[in-house]
């Protein structure tokens, strides 16, 4: 007979004591998919693999997001959250939607804006890790002391 086990199982039983991180990523559209900064979701994909895995990945889009956008987002294996009203306060809502999930371990957030910051400091005040990506110029001073762990994602000029 078989048994189906999770990873996280599976590591238990062979005796490893490292618990795999589950993370919820929400990513700031607007602020951060830009043509100048020319991000690459894929490659941010991987980069947190380093950090555990994504388990939530939601991309926040306005209503003005181009169509090839929004297929580009979900053939980079992301949900794509388009709404009507400013993107932050959706955001934030999900972010501490996160923050009360308990298989999520790590509440990381892409963006700039330091309009996040109460939202880092819930979820540090919950026993969650907090993990930030931003993108050079304009990437919160704030968000960054705040956050546990702070990513600098190059764009694809550089």
């Not at 602020?31 to 979701?41: D, H, S, T």
């Not at 949900?79 to 990381?108: F, G, H, K, Q, R």
Request: glycine residues 6%; without cysteine.
């Amino acid at each position: 007979m078989i048994a189906i086990v999770s990873l996280d199982d599976l590591r238990q039983r062979l005796g490893f004591k490292v618990k795999y991180k589950h993370i919820g990523l929400l990513v700031d559209g607007p602020n951060i998919l830009r043509k100048e900064f020319n991000i690459n979701l894929d490659s941010v994909k991987k980069r947190l693999l380093k950090e555990g895995q994504v388990k939530v990945g939601k991309v926040f889009l306005d209503q003005y997001a181009p169509d090839k956008l929004i297929e580009a987002v979900t053939n980079q294996g992301f949900e794509p959250v388009i709404t009507s009203t400013d993107v932050d306060v959706a955001m934030a809502a999900e972010a501490i939607e996160l923050v009360y999930n308990p298989a999520i371990d790590v509440v990381a957030l892409m963006t700039r804006d330091a309009d996040f910051q109460p939202v880092l400091m819930k979820a540090k005040a919950r026993g969650k890790e907090t993990l930030v990506l931003g993108v050079e110029p304009g990437f919160s001073t704030a968000l960054r002391n705040t956050a546990d762990h702070v990513i600098i994602i190059s764009t694809a000029e550089d």
